[in-house]
């Protein structure tokens, strides 16, 4: 067997020992020729450490060392395994992804009927489907359709508009077992992850689109449960409901929605979020949020992702009756971490009155303890009144409010730090009476400019008591006053 040798390898090798042996002789003598003696012994050592470098190992450096390159052969980054093919993940799961066809009426009291597509997943072998509720919603009737050929009725089980989530469950002969996939852990995707998407576009049947995570717990101003996935997998009309699968073949997240002005911009539920919902939507049909009755301070202000810690605790709520108090951080609700008050406020609500929840506490010079908690129903506003003393101004209105950071205001068109995002609004409290909506941004509060939720708060808390508050608020395109009485 003849060895090959790479010609250039050789030549570039002796073109460095002739350079090297022709300059030689001139640098011997260099203090005689002028200045081009240094010139030329800076021009050796270069050279000299250019060949030196592309031999040790290291790489092949570029013109003068201004560069690396990976020697022929030399293995790639650690630990990283470019995809070649995903077929064999396709395969495995695209017999879960349904395709969902809906009739409902027309709006505005127009004659007829309308069609409308979507997707979704099987859930369990024995008929329930996983998909979005603007997919069903208003529906007179829906069909499912498997990859097989094999076609359903079904019914909704349960579905909630604020987390876009809704559960179905077919009906008909020869369902036999159906294919179910697997659901994964979301709180372990990491932004540069890859992920497959499949469902119904525009009724093309299964189709497929790969990209990766671009981002989490992106915020759109829908609602307190905003916590989406952002990945460039293509999702377009019809996509809605469908699974977003992981390298694993598991289910990741479910596919929800798009901006309209982008491209490769898409957004989905994260799958652990839905098992918190499930359990609640196949016993009360609708989200019955639980309540755990504590008053948190999540640190927002200062940016870092902290436990939250817990301020004031309502006198015969279940977090009394747990032994927590003021001062402690709840770390963790059923074994998950938590790291922001919106993020506490998610997994609690999610949980149906009566469940039991699991929290994991830190106190002041303690070590981390557990207690378990049996949540209610949460009462209403005017039965809370006087059960804690609250000292934050905006929760006294109603209001969560988070920061425009270039993250947040990004996928909303909105300039960042130019206001303060109202993320949330309590049913029956002054802001909600006024009017105020999630997704508004506070621009001014009593004729002052503010750029931050901080901004907001302290311009509250200089406010009079009893006086009414004057915010100035962008909704869209438009900017209005907004009056709430304190």
Sequence with gaps: MR?????????????????????????????????????????????AAWFTYQGNGEGRAGAMGLWRERPAGEPGLPNFVPPTSLAPLIRAVEAGVV??????????GLAGMKRSTGSGFVLTADGLVVTNSHVVSGANKIAVRLSDGREFSAEVVGRDASTDVALLRLSGSDMGDLPALFLGDS?????????????????????????MISAKERV??????????QTDALINPGNSGGPLF????????????????????????????VKDLLPNLRENGKLE?????VVVNDDRESGERRAPLVKDVFRGSPAHAAGIRSGDRLVAVNGRTIGSYLQLLRKVALLAPGSEARLTL??????????????VERPAQEATEGLVQRTSSDEDLGLALRDLTPDVAAPLGQEAWAGALVSAVTPRSPADEAGLRAGDVVTEVNRKRVKDAAGVRAALSRGSSGASILLRVKRGDSLQYVAIAR
Excluded: Y
Aim: hydrophobic residues 40%.
């Design 3 to 47: 060895r090959r040798i790479s010609c250039h390898s050789v030549s570039s090798r002796l073109l460095s020992v002739l350079l090297v042996l022709a300059v030689t002789p001139l640098t011997a003598g260099a203090e005689e020729e002028g200045p081009v003696g240094p010139w030329l012994q800076a021009r050796v050592r270069e050279h």
């Design 99 to 108: 395709n969902i066809t809906t009739v409902s009426p027309r709006e505005s």
């Design 187 to 211: 709180d372990r995707l990491e932004v540069g992850d890859w992920v497959v998407a499949i469902g119904n576009p525009f009724g093309l049947d299964h189709s497929v689109a790969h990209g």
């Design 220 to 229: 759109l101003g829908v609602g307190q449960f905003d916590d989406f996935i």
């Design 246 to 273: 992981n390298m694993k073949g598991e289910v990741v997240g479910v596919n929800t929605a798009i901006i309209s002005q982008g491209q490769g911009i898409g957004f989905a539920v994260p799958i652990n979020l």
């Design 289 to 293: 949020r639980g309540w755990l009755g």
């Design 362 to 375: 830190l106190r002041p010079g303690a070590k981390q303890e557990e207690v378990t908690v049996r949540l």
